[in-house]
């Protein structure tokens, strides 16, 4: 990879002659590992060196790599199947070797088979027990972990900080290439019952992806299947020897094979019930002791969300360490799919793990809310150090798509590369970016036809500072309009972060309850002549900065200064509907309002610092997160136009319930003092007709509940596709039809001091609940359609709307 120094001659110098220091010498064993009867290459097997905790395993073709310093060893390859061959080494220089294994054909007593005996039973019993059995001899653990992440589609890719963009259009027939490589070491911890971190020692990848992305180390990824603990795609699943093993799996014994003098057994497995969620495929388990020591499986198409995956392939051996106890030596992970035919992909990711420190007494204080580190000299780490490590050889494959990769990215891409008309933002640079084509026109009943312009900066280096400026001009109302908005972000970690915001345009009301994006009223305004939006000008700017003060607690402070004005309908073009008028645009209070505002967050979720940001990640567990701001006007002590205060507070949560299922709460409280402008009220999350939005209320229109004293809760409970898999109806239980309930509550209230400030305001009586309103519905989906239909009813204060049908979607 091609790669700028900017060091001085004689620190180069310095550098070369000192790296023997760093680094003690340290010789390359290569090899490769073969059949000594078919000369087949034995993918995977294993290499250790005897004596010690190093070892590793060849890759797909066979080829293997160890690195030790100068000495004496001995090396000992095996592989299930073969007889394992020791051979001893005097290393003083690089060498290349070539072990050949003989199969081993175990000879058995003859027995007699009894009907209605499945001696696979009984092996498995015993797995499961010694499986207990290992759990009680660790209470903690370290291991050193070499991940390769390799990405495979069709076509080059681009990525930006954490996303990859992938062209697509056309059906996709093409084969597979690697289009991404990514590489790390890492350390890992585990100490009983659930503490785990792990540290990204160093880390590469190819030119295409930025390093931000390379997180996967191969504690994070990996399944071990030692425990109960399986997931895959969000879903728990059991292992093979799991304590449920038995009630949830078929097994069968296909055959008896031979490893270093011991019997082993290879059992087929799958789900009793196809339908239901699993694995299935070989395991194997050494006679006697009952370990497991290897596994190449996969996931069936119950667990295979929307379908999108044709191949989703495990494969893991094991090893005894200290006191016998048996641990991960590699994992390797092979995935492919096809997205509606459009995108083909593929992902493997291949780990090795070694150096394994059993019950050497890990101190619980080691642990925090860190459990992944990207070390600040990750990044930095160059072939010296790459070169003293236990890696996977590249293969052929990986080798050329490194230089091709490479290649491609030393080619400047132009805006021309970049652009697309169907883009809301297009890329100028690694930097800067501007409007896309579908971004370049809006339209609203106030401005009426608008243009709008925006640029995009976002430092790529250093990632601290960003902003843009967007511009935009109604035909119908002739005003320029215009918003600057900048953030810089301080700390190692970026956890501190200060906005301002210089404005003068039109804003939309309530946009804080806003579920919908911008091309929507566009679309129904021109089309079906309605609006579902109100709007204001606002002039104005505003001041924050929050940060992190421990943890688990971020603080932050505010300053606003604006002026409102109220907005009219200025335009009443429609392409079609052209009889029907516009509603009348909904009038705030003209006032300049200058506030001071506080606000808190209180997380519990682990976090990962990857390097440049430190990011919150549930890991498939529970979680809640409390939040609050408090607003403050004031007539003397900021001149502001009004006195009042506003208090809210927030609680979202998701909690996991039986199999893939969960449910969602989310509460808002809000209590203001005092005389609270039209425009800083709060609006209850409504709907368009016949659209619905997660967390809204269904059965309540856009805007038409709005108060300053409010409680409200939303509730939802996802049983994906589990719901129809127990009732095991023939039809739906094996087509992944989601299910969804929803049910929202709220009891809102409009101040004696609020009302009378806004009385000449309401358009129509305000709607309150000063008794609770309820709303539930249930939604279903197929997993493969990103929408849902739902169906929503009013459990009281009946009129217009008692029941709604809906239709759910992001694209809206």
Do not use: C
Request: aromatic residues 16%; positive net charge.
């Amino acid at each position: 990879m091609k790669t700028v120094y900017k060091y001085f001659i004689s620190l180069v110098i310095l550098q070369l002659f000192s790296a023997g220091f760093l680094f003690p010498q340290v010789f390359s064993l290569k090899g490769t590992i073969a059949s000594a009867k078919s000369g087949e290459a034995l993918s995977f097997a294993n290499v250790r060196v005897l004596e010690t905790t190093t070892g590793t395993a060849a890759n797909i073709e066979g080829v293997f790599e160890l690195k030790l310093q100068k000495g004496n060893y001995k090396i000992i390859a095996s592989f299930i199947g073969y007889k394992s061959d020791t051979i001893k080494i005097a290393l003083n220089r690089n060498m290349n070797i070539n072990i050949k294994l003989s199969p081993v054909e175990l000879k058995l007593k003859e027995i007699t088979v009894l009907p209605k005996k499945n001696r696979a039973i009984k092996i498995i019993r015993k797995a499961i027990e010694r499986k207990n059995e290992r759990e009680k001899l660790i209470k903690d653990y370290s291991f050193s972990a070499y991940t390769k992440g390799l990405i495979k589609t069709t076509r080059d890719i681009t990525t930006g900080d954490n996303s990859i963009n992938l062209d697509i259009g056309k059906m996709d027939t093409a084969q597979l290439k690697i289009s991404g490589l990514l590489e790390n070491q890492s350390r890992g911890y585990f100490l009983k019952p659930k503490f785990y971190k792990e540290e990204i020692i160093a880390r590469k990848q190819s030119a295409n992806f930025p390093p931000t992305i390379n997180v996967l180390t191969g504690g994070r990824v990996i399944q071990n299947f030692y425990t109960d603990d399986i997931q895959f795609f969000g879903r728990e699943l059991s292992s093979p020897i799991s304590s449920n093993a038995l009630n949830f799996y078929y097994f069968n014994l296909e055959d008896s094979l031979a490893m270093d003098n011991q019997k082993v057994y290879q059992i087929y497995f799958e789900p009793d019930d196809k339908t239901d969620a699993g694995f299935y495929g070989k395991i194997f388990i050494t006679d006697k002791s009952y370990d497991l020591i290897k596994l190449d499986i996969n996931l069936n198409s119950a667990a295979n969300p929307g379908g999108f995956f044709s191949k989703v392939n495990i494969y893991q051996q094991f090893l005894p360490f200290a006191n016998n106890i048996y641990m991960p030596i590699d994992y390797r992970l092979f995935v492919e799919g096809n997205f509606f035919g459009l995108i083909k992909f593929g992902f493997e990711l291949n780990s090795i793990m070694q150096d394994y420190n059993i019950n050497s007494g890990i101190a619980e204080d080691y642990f925090d809310m860190v459990i992944l580190k990207v070390l600040p000299d990750a990044d930095k780490k160059d072939s010296t150090f790459w070169n003293n490590i236990q890696t996977i050889p590249n293969t052929d494959n990986e080798m050329n798509a490194y230089k091709r990769i490479d290649s491609l990215e030393s080619i400047p891409r132009t805006f021309a590369d970049n652009f697309s008309f169907f883009a809301f933002r297009n890329s100028i640079d690694d930097n800067w970016s501007m409007s896309g084509p579908l971004s370049f026109y809006s339209f609203n009943p106030v401005e009426g036809h608008g243009v709008n312009f925006s640029v995009f900066y976002n430092d790529k280096t250093e990632k601290r500072l960003s902003f843009n400026n967007d511009l935009s001009y109604g035909f119908n109302d002739k005003k320029f309009k215009w918003n600057f908005a900048s953030r810089y972000l301080f700390g190692e970690y970026r956890t501190v972060k200060t906005s301002v915001n210089v404005f003068d345009n039109l804003k939309i009301l309530f946009q804080d309850s806003d579920e919908y994006n911008s091309l929507t009223s566009t679309l129904t305004a021109l089309f079906g002549h309605y609006d579902f939006r109100n709007y204001y000008y606002s002039k104005g700017f505003s001041l924050n900065i929050s940060g992190e003060v421990f943890p688990i607690l971020e603080l932050g402070i505010g300053y606003s200064n604006s002026t409102d004005k109220i907005a009219v309908v200025n335009s009443e073009f429609s392409i079609f509907n052209r009889r029907k008028k516009f509603a009348v645009n909904q009038p705030i209070f003209n006032s300049t309002i200058r506030t001071a505002t506080f606000n808190w967050q209180i997380d519990f979720r682990n976090f990962i610092e990857d390097g440049y940001f430190r990011r919150r990640i549930s890991q498939g567990k529970s979680s809640v997160i409390f939040s609050g701001d408090f607003t403050f006007s004031d007539k003397k002590l900021l001149s502001s136009g009004l006195d009042f205060n506003i208090n809210q507070f927030n609680i979202n949560s998701n909690i996991n319930s039986f199999r893939s299922t969960s449910f969602q709460i989310n509460m808002n409280f809000v209590n203001s003092n005092k005389s609270i402008p039209f425009q800083m009220m709060n609006a209850l999350p409504g709907n368009i007709q016949s659209v619905g939005k997660d967390f809204t209320f269904r059965t309540l229109k856009y805007s038409e509940v709005v108060s300053d004293r409010v409680a409200a809760m939303g509730f939802q409970y996802n049983f994906n596709d589990e719901f129809f898999k127990l009732l095991q109806v023939p039809f739906l239980k094996d087509k992944q039809i989601l299910l969804s309930i929803h049910f929202n509550a709220a009891l809102t209230d409009i101040s004696t001091d609020t009302y009378l400030l806004n009385k000449n305001l309401f358009l129509k009586s305000p709607v309150e609940f000063h008794k609770p309103f309820y709303e539930i519905g249930f939604g279903v989906g197929q997993m493969m359609f990103p929408l849902k239909l739902e169906f929503t009813w009013k459990l009281n204060h009946f009129g217009k709307n008692n029941f709604v049908f809906g239709i759910n979607s992001f694209v809206f």
